[in-house]
């Protein structure tokens, strides 16, 4: 096997380079660099840019307004946007219903909401968890009870991501309490702006608004926003979890970290010396290193597979999902652990490009030292959601190993 890129495939890389040099907003890229918060018209802005180019979605077929790409170029195009700083696109948007829909929705679903995902005109958020219902997603119980053309919607669905953004969310809903849980259950599209709705927001421990519970009260929707059949919805969030897992693996992201904690580990000094230096540090650095490589190669092994057969992809990306989680959780204590005492203090206000504080404080916040614990509190939730670790050692044993 050869690892090597193709002429063809540098040549490829060199374009996607001179892409991000060119168009990525300063300002936006500057945020990224010293770690600082994005918004949502950032990155409304940014698909835009790349829906002007062409590349509004690298992973989507062209029949559908996609690049058409294979897959080594989009993990050419994912690796350069990390390491460009440009923001990640809408993954609930791109990465995870577009296939659905693409795949099991009707022509009319196709032709109004991909146009309006690919050019930025909607942002989707998802509803799968409840309370109560995780892990266990099959025993989700907001209610979906059709009369006539619409359905009426009631229920809760937590740790939403974004919602408070959302001009769309797609939601797994219960049509039926007959049989098995997973057979009750219908996929629907719901309007944000629908009357009935209300977004509460879940305040995280490093005082941010990233998810949310969201509460449906006799909730309207239209029959026609059904995607695929009634009550074959498990078989289509199935489908989805499957794209989401993989894009959890985060390859781009994971090596733009460990560039940086390179550098940190170059500047921080421990015992008159840089802890670059340190053997033992060292070789926790060359560890994780080598584990995102083995998680590289496995990850294009894996989604190259899948174009080669024309398939959905299989339970082998719960082997992505699990390294994938492990690593950013790796990267992220390496770094606490090399800026010391420097990783300790956290602001909210410091994500803010215009933050002005004291001095004595802002000294910690240097340029390659934003506000990490906060990063690093926010990173435990890795090994979760998506499906936790220990769900996806049971798909893996169940579907792979067969035990």
Sequence with gaps: MDLNYSPEEEKF?????AFFDAELPTDIRTKLQLGRRISKDDMVRWQKILFRKGWG???WPTRFGGTGWDIVQQHIFEEERADA???PQNPFSL???APVMQTFGNAAQQEYFLPRILSGEDWWCQ???EPGSGSDLASLR???????????????KTWNTMGQYADWIFCLVRTSSEGRQQQGISFLLIDMKSPGITVRPIIMLDGEHEINDIFFDNVKVPVQNLIGEENKGWTYAKFLLTHERSGNAGIGAC???LKKLKEIAGEQMSNGRPLIEDSRFRDRIAQVEMELMALEITNLRVLSASAKEQGALGPEVSVLKIKGSEIIQQLAELKMHALGHDALPYVREALDMAWVGNPLLSAHYRSYAPPISGQYFNQRKTTIYAGSTEIQKNIISQMILGL
């Design 13 to 17: 890389r060199t374009e996607v380079r």
């Design 57 to 59: 979605a690298v992973n």
């Design 85 to 87: 700083c440009a923001p």
């Design 95 to 97: 990465k995870m219903l």
């Design 127 to 129: 509803g799968y968890s």
């Design 142 to 156: 907001t209610s979906a009870v059709r009369q006539g053309d619409h359905y009426i919607v009631n229920g809760q």
């Design 255 to 257: 090596k733009r970290a």
